[in-house]
């Protein structure tokens, strides 16, 4: 069925497969080629087939290895709908050369480093607004890497490139001969036009690891190691490649080579004839349409004298042409020292960033902070954090009430007045304890509102984020909100409330700091406040002992991600606690509908969703922050409800307490 859609949608320009005659070479590939079709452009090859045949690798290398972590959709910013007919990412980021520069792997199945340590430098570049422009080894990978990522000049799986650079890191390199990186590749360009003379009769022997530089460089090889900060599989699904591309940068895709590849020479290439070589990995940077027809572009790494404009190819999208799959990204976070190493702005001045901020659209407003954008990275956690750990339970959807008897409008704090803690814009300070708020802070709420309001307490984010321990994460670089709320079942919590408030057992000991609003501070830490010590006493005068003084959980679950069940859940029991990834832009937030504009991802956030409504059209949700109440709407934002806006209705938890 897809493939008479596809022969309906464009039935003067596909190209299909019909299985001709043996043994074609040289020119005769070509002729019989370009008449069968007329998507691309055949030519007499320039490099020979058994020299093609050298340059891949074993088809097992482009399928996903067990076990690969996938990436999760919903944490990319762009929805479906936003995203563009074409996109080339050397346009989209000029700065970074990287992304123009074609290697050549010579006659070695090294395919596999020369995309990941492609996509690599890309990324680096991208995240560090073209600060940091490394050409990633390929030889420190090709040779290093070893049986985890496969057999060298042989082939190698994708994936395990990228975690080879994340566990252990990569240094620079360069072309063959350059005198730039640590370790320049060190196999020699061959055949046709080389200076280097005809290719070895059964290709390259992969290089060995030296872990040193090459004489002359000026850094030892440890000091040189870039790292990445994870890596990932991306899902196939077209648009979830076009998002992650769009956010991040370009991608690595393995998939088969047949005999007519390599006689490409323009065009959008699709398989007309011939066996299939073997496997290849590459780059894919962009993406475009040509009479109808809709393509990938991708580089290639068979040096500038092969294929189309100098090294690339287009390739048809969305048919998973030649078996195309895309088999894994890594954040270009370098530096390992880094709890996240954070994206560099993408615009320096503040100011532009606002103006194209308000320029773009007229859901919410934008507007310079006083603190840098470094101040808000403290007040994060690691993304992962913003998944539910595997196994985690899901309340039952609440059935007694209809999907269509949910109001347009509804907001906690007026539905259960006597619950005054619902309004409490708490400060985290420069601490990733947003996770602890976000629960502590909904706990209570539920506290309140499940006794009719006989228990109006604020519960403490302190006893949480100091005591909860390895289980829930690791304190102010982050932790997993279901955890607390099963803190909360397990070990109870006591009372807490803002810095210095004695009224409560373990009020918060991590201080404001900075401005805010008319009231100053001591200055905020370079970095972020350490995690405090678990007390389990109360803080001098206060009249009940810690064990007392605990409040508990019945139950801990995960909340449907159903617009209506997370509703139905709300005007039910009581506000629910929500991760999500936050990007550049919306430290600049300061009122409106948040919908995600532009902007690297910055890390994660945990916060209480409260209520709900729609303004002109356009449905929210109403989200307690927990940065003070000189922040955004008075301490609260929207953010656009029903599209999973930057994954914050993919990760909702909630529990009943014990009243």
């Known amino acids: 069925m897809k493939l008479l859609s596809l022969i309906a949608l464009v039935p003067l320009t596909t190209a299909l497969f019909v299985p001709g005659p043996k043994n074609l070479k040289g020119q005769a590939l070509a002729d019989y080629i370009n008449s069968r079709q007329s998507l691309w452009k055949a030519e007499s090859p320039k490099i020979s087939l058994a020299s093609v045949k050298k340059r891949l690798m074993d088809v097992k290398y482009t399928k996903h290895p067990e076990g690969v972590k996938m990436l999760e959709a919903h944490t990319l910013p762009n929805a479906a709908d936003d995203i563009p007919d074409e996109f080339d990412a050397r346009t989209q980021w000029p700065q970074c050369q990287s992304i123009s520069t074609i290697r050549d792997q010579s006659d070695c199945g090294s395919c596999w480093a020369f995309a990941g340590t492609e996509v690599m430098s890309d990324r680096i570049c991208i995240a560090t607004n073209g600060e940091k422009q490394i050409y990633v080894s390929d030889d420190d990978l090709l040779s290093c890497c070893g049986k985890t990522c496969g057999d060298g000049c ?6 395990e490139a990228f975690n080879y650079w994340k566990n252990t890191g990569i240094v620079s390199g360069g072309r063959f001969g350059s005198k730039d990186g640590c370790r320049p590749y060190e196999l020699s360009p061959c055949g046709g036009d080389s200076p280097y003379g005809e290719c070895p009769d059964n290709g390259y022997d992969t290089p060995k690891c030296k872990k040193q530089c090459q004489k002359g460089y000026d850094k030892n090889y440890d000091a040189d190691k870039t790292h990445g900060k994870t890596s990932y599989a991306v899902p196939g699904a077209v648009a979830t490649v076009q998002r992650e591309i769009m956010a991040r940068g370009p991608v690595e895709v393995a998939f088969t080579v047949y005999e007519d590849f390599y006689s490409y020479k323009s065009g959008v290439y699709s398989h007309t ?10 780059r894919i940077l962009g993406w475009g ?13 068979w040096s500038e004298t092969w294929g189309e404009n100098g090294g690339y190819f287009r390739i048809v999208r969305g048919t998973n042409e ?4 895309s088999l894994l990204v890594a954040l270009a976070l370098v530096a ?4 996240f190493v954070a ?3 993408i615009h320096p001045d503040p100011q532009a960033i606002v103006n194209k901020i308000n320029a773009g659209q007229n859901l919410w407003k934008a507007a310079v902070k006083a603190k840098p954008i470094e101040n808000i990275k403290k007040k994060l956690m690691d993304v992962k954090y913003t998944q539910l750990p595997a196994g985690t339970p899901e309340h039952p959807e609440i059935t007694t009430i209809k999907d269509d008897d949910v109001p347009d409008s509804f907001d906690a704090r007026t539905a259960w007045p006597n619950c005054q803690n619902i309004g409490f ?7 990733g304890s947003c996770w602890a708020f976000g629960a502590a802070e909904a706990m209570s709420d539920r506290t309140c509102i499940q006794s009719n309001g006989n228990v109006n307490v604020k519960l403490s984010a302190d006893d949480i984020l100091s005591c909860c321990g390895n289980k829930c994460g690791y304190g102010c670089e982050g932790g997993y909100p279901i955890e607390a709320w099963n803190f909360w079942v397990k070990t109870g919590i006591c009372t807490g409330g803002a810095f210095g408030d004695t009224t409560t057992c373990r009020p918060y000991e991590i201080p404001p700091c900075g401005n805010h609003g008319n009231i100053t501070y ?11 010590t678990c007390k389990k006493q109360c803080v001098a005068g206060y009249p009940t002992s810690y064990i007392d003084d605990k409040h508990f959980g019945k139950t801990a679950a995960a909340v449907s991600k159903k617009v209506a069940a997370i509703q139905k859940e709300i005007m039910t029991n009581g506000p629910v606690e929500a991760a999500y990834t936050v990007y550049e832009d919306f430290y600049y937030y300061t009122t409106g509908i948040y919908k995600y504009q532009f902007g690297g991802i910055v890390g994660g956030h945990a916060v209480k969703i409260l209520g709900w409504g729609t303004e002109g059209g356009v449905d929210y949700w109403l989200v307690a922050n927990s940065w003070a109440a000189d922040w955004g709407e008075s301490g609260y934002f929207r953010i656009l409800r029903g599209t999973n806006e930057c994954g914050i209705e993919h990760a909702i938890v909630a529990g009943m307490a014990k009243v």
């Open 154 to 159: 042989d082939g190698g799986w994708p994936i």
């Open 273 to 282: 004839w011939g066996d299939a070589l073997g496997g290849h990995a590459v």
């Open 289 to 301: 349409t040509e009479n109808s027809v809709p393509y990938w572009v991708v580089a290639n790494s």
């Open 322 to 325: 030649s078996e195309m799959r």
């Open 336 to 339: 390992a020292s880094y709890a």
């Open 343 to 345: 994206q560099k702005t």
């Open 425 to 431: 814009i708490r400060d985290q300070s420069d601490c």
């Open 522 to 532: 001591d200055p905020c830490p370079d970095t972020e406040y350490d995690t405090p």
